[in-house]
């Protein structure tokens, strides 16, 4: 019996046990925001040289999406890292990128 009341307990401990991102990574939800607008960005700077040469254009760009987000370089540079190193974040992040994307190009 007693046995069968620890049951509970020991479920409720594997529920709580749920791996989460470290806080000083940029989480889940911001680290899309950032994305959706990095790539928008990217694509801007890169339509607007037709001559393909947009590394100084895509820098200025990258730099603009970090600094509304109040990120630096470094934080996001780290948080790329770590979510490189756990793909599964990353494929849930990008999914959710990746409709926010086609959800705009439907609306334009």
Do not use: W
């Amino acid at each position: 019996m007693r046995k069968l009341s620890l049951l509970p307990v020991l479920l409720l401990l594997l529920i709580a046990c749920k791996p989460t991102v470290p806080s000083k990574y940029i989480q889940p939800g911001d680290m899309e925001d950032v994305l959706y607008d990095y790539h928008v960005a990217m694509a801007m700077a890169k339509a607007e040289r037709s001559d393909g040469t947009s590394s100084f254009d895509q820098s200025k760009y990258f730099y603009a999406v970090l600094k509304k987000h109040g990120l630096t370089k470094a934080e996001f540079d780290t948080s790329m890292v770590y979510y490189y190193t756990h793909v599964d974040y990353l494929k849930e992040i990008y999914k959710e990128v990746n409709e926010k994307l086609s959800d705009e190009a439907k609306s334009l």
